[in-house]
Nanobody
């Protein structure tokens, strides 16, 4: 089973930047897609950005041009560089992955990390 651990969240002023990281750990697994979702209070969890193993990327319209997703397959790590942050980016950010234990297709979620954009 894969465990995901996020880091890099915190408090930042509007216009600032943060870089989130998510490391997948476990044994005998192959990571396929990785992504970041977010959930603000009283809203549904939404996709922010996703990246395939072959580096195809997909972004929510609200973050295009400001956020960049990347990954290091050797380290089983996905990153989210967030620039020009806005108060509406405030949310709990969750890392997600579709992976395989070489038998079954599986999915894992991180525990979530808070990002707060406020002056």
């Amino acid at each position: 089973q894969v465990q995901l651990v996020e880091s890099g969240g915190g408090l930042v002023q509007p216009g600032g930047s943060l870089r989130l990281s998510c490391v997948a750990s476990g044994s005998d697994f192959m990571i396929y897609d990785m992504g970041w979702y977010r959930q603000a209070p009283r809203t549904q969890r939404e996709l922010v950005a996703a990246i395939t193993r072959g580096d195809n990327r997909n972004y929510a319209d609200s973050v295009k041009g400001r956020f960049t997703i990347s990954r290091d397959n050797a380290k089983n790590t996905v990153y989210l560089q967030m620039n020009s942050l806005k108060p509406e980016d405030t949310a709990v950010y969750y890392c997600n992955t579709n992976y395989s234990d070489y038998v079954w297709p599986l999915m894992a979620w991180g525990q979530g990390i808070q990002v707060t954009v406020s002056s």
